[in-house]
């Protein structure tokens, strides 16, 4: 085999402006496609991490059952009771898997500047838990400012988080005071002073003149209750994710308590629409790809055949058996395709450096503040796009080679 891979290799450098070009066509594929590949990777983790840590929503949402379906009618009918949540939080907090549990109750009313009132919605979440879900998430996301102003409170219930339109709808700067109201639970009327501790420009623009975060103790007593709406549940893995949902839908159930659980992906229908979209423009250019190989590797050994007839002739009338010729234009077609993915790698690579050193900046869905772009490395990815390249390039060889194999021995040898 080595000999016929030193003849291949031979009969490639006779040719080397052509097989050069052959090797960077392939090469520029492969790059494309690693390289691609290696941004969609970047964005599939970074709307699943800013999902996940820097919104603080965590791995699972337990809610009561009901709540997904009837209660977006009337919610409150749907709240997680006080016992509920102990149990909930007894089962989920002894979970080996589980790093946090924390509770969250979502309210709606009015916010009011004593001249004017708007509607607001707000997330009612706990400060502290929220900041070390965010400090389990990368670098990269830890660092962004995600609002002017200073941190939420546990303690002081009525230091809340406007959104930037909110704000300047009602014309409220950070310190200033308001009044929100909204109906209890019971259908009284309640209202609560605030002082807006931090401002922050809302990942949903629809939704910027309404939004506002506020503790749970906040969200607690303008709805006078001790209920929640949902449990937050952050896991030391991603990667288990529906292992631990699974088991602990299982242990709350032997509980007695009637919940449903969603995943990150469920609540996150922005991540299943991005990755669909990524998918479909991976399968363009993908094929793009394919059509450019396969066309540049027919090319080239198209060529070789006809320029070495005579050649084909000589090793025909000295013995060389039919799949011996077609072995040998398979053997030089793999090389191509081996060396053209070697330079693609190293191309790959190159483009990785230069995102790296440069450190360009863009501004992605869900966040509203410039991030670092990034192209992952995906080593699954460039071993498979080898591979892929090479069995592509010997495929593409086949019907040449086979068209050399069949050439009359006499006609060859007088070729001109």
Known sequence: MLTWVKMAARNLARHGRRSGFTMLAIGLGFAAVNVFSGFTDYIFSGLQDTYIYTQGNGHLSLFKRGFLGQGKADPTQYLLTAAEQKGILEVSGGMPDVALVTPQLDITGLLSNGEISTIFVASGRVPSAVRAIRGQGPASLRKVGLFNGKQLEDEVTGGVGLSSGLASLLGLGLGSDAVAMAPTVSGQINALDIEVYQTFESALEAMNDKQMIVPLGFAQSLYDTESIDRVNVLLKDTRRTEAVRAELERRLAARGLAVEIRTWQQLSPLYAKVKDMFDVIFMFLFTIVFIIVVMSVINTIGMAVMERTREIGTLRALGMQRGGIVRLFAIESALLGLAGSLLGLVFTGLTWLVVKIAQPTWIPPQIT??????????????????????????????????RAARMNIVNSLGHT
């Not at 699954?380 to 090479?390: I, R």
């Open 369 to 402: 503040r410039r991030v670092p772009l990034e192209v992952h490395l995906v080593p699954d990815t460039v071993l498979l796009s080898l591979c892929f390249m090479v069995v592509l390039a010997l495929a593409a060889a086949i019907p040449p080679a086979n």
